[in-house]
């Protein structure tokens, strides 16, 4: 039994919904939006999975073409960013069985029918801050909505 980092979406902070072709997050905390699509997309799939950042890795190796340091690089770039952004935090995961861990430099399964890898994009809109913030939704307790944080002025005496 080991430990391994892996991530999750910064739930409540972080509100999300998947479209057919996109994904879009709101960060309450900042009032940013951000779209993902394609291997963007696919990585935060992987996220909200629980899978570690290697096992992020073998699953895109298996998905697209593309040379292994490239998007070994790219994938760890675009993680740190949603890091920076709010929008993913680190967890410790627990490994029971080493046996069926993946190992981030194994050679991808040679299939021409999987799509070249791009670098995945995060586009961050700042457009609506204003009005994200302004949303009542921002006081609530760890519930969630519909549910308001408890304060003096909640309790009549």
Known sequence: MSK???FRINTPH???ENYEDEIVLINLDNGNYYSLADEAAAVLGFVEKGL???EILHEIFQKYLGKIEDIQSD???FIERLQQEGLIISTEKIIVDNNHKHNAETEPILNSQKPVFAVPILNRYTDMQ???LLDPVHEVDESGWPNPKQTSANFKK
Request: charged share 15%.
């Open 130 to 132: 204003d009005l994200i």
């Open 75 to 77: 994938i760890n770039q």
């Open 52 to 54: 570690t950042q290697d």
């Open 14 to 16: 972080v509100v999300f």
């Open 4 to 6: 391994s980092i892996c």
